[in-house]
């Protein structure tokens, strides 16, 4: 029962490149998430999807995009890398929203140089 | 604004004792608060989630408490073991209104077991 997982574990990009942060889950959740999380502050929510082909933006969208083809996969793309994008992001599914337990994945360590 | 406040913010305890965190907040309006575990390195897991009708919820050796009048609630860890250092996050569930869900997230208590 793999869960939530995502690629890669680890990414050093340099400033103004590109890359995709693959997020797949198993469990046929409706929504997914994607969050930063910064020392010393709280995860911070960058888009959400509430089903196959239908994404939105949360708190700290800038930078981000996001597209929803199947109810498995959610990427993230960075279109153009920034130093101040050098964080931990992590990938959330569950049910719905509302009293329903989140999964999240295992997270991805980015560095910008 | 929606907050989630946590203290302490670390904590130090020997292998075999009790202790309690705490988080405050001010989301409005309230659906559920969960509590979620954070090991170095990994994502965070889900311990409890309680609406407002629940007073305690258990977890095997965590207990969280909520008072939804004071906006406070508490996670009691029982006999600690080696493998509960790690941080715990204080996560508040309010209606977004717009699909989104709604989560505000604490900074999380960093808890450390010693032997």
């Known amino acids: 029962n793999a869960g939530v997982t995502q690629t890669p574990k680890f990414q050093v990009l340099k400033t103004g490149q590109s890359m995709t942060l693959q997020c797949a889950q198993d469990m046929n959740h409706e929504y997914m998430s994607w969050y930063r999380q910064d020392p010393g502050m709280g995860l911070r929510l960058i888009h959400y999807s509430v089903g196959a082909g239908i994404t939105d933006q949360g708190e700290v969208p800038n930078g981000y995009n996001v597209s929803r083809s199947t109810t498995e996969d959610f990427p993230l793309r960075l279109l153009s890398a920034a130093p101040s994008q050098t964080s931990v992001y992590f990938c959330?599914?569950?049910?719905?929203?509302?009293?329903?337990?989140?999964?999240f994945g295992q997270g991805t360590r980015l560095t910008v140089v | 604004k929606n907050q989630v406040e946590q203290s302490p913010q670390s904590l130090i305890i020997l292998e075999g004792k009790n202790c309690t965190l705490q988080c405050n907040y001010t989301v409005s309006p309230f659906s559920n608060l969960r509590w979620y575990k954070q090991d170095t390195g990994r994502g965070p897991v889900s311990l409890t989630i309680?609406?407002?009708?629940?007073n305690t919820k258990s977890n095997g050796r965590y207990t969280a408490t909520l008072d939804a009048d004071t906006k406070q609630s508490s996670l009691h860890i029982t006999a600690s073991q080696l493998s509960d250092s790690a941080s715990y996050i204080c996560v508040v569930s309010g209606d977004s209104g717009g699909g989104a869900d709604g989560l505000t997230f604490g900074k999380g208590t960093h808890l450390i077991i010693q032997p």
């Open positions: 309680m609406t407002f009708s629940e």
């Open positions: 959330a599914s569950s049910y719905s929203t509302g009293y329903t337990e989140a999964f």
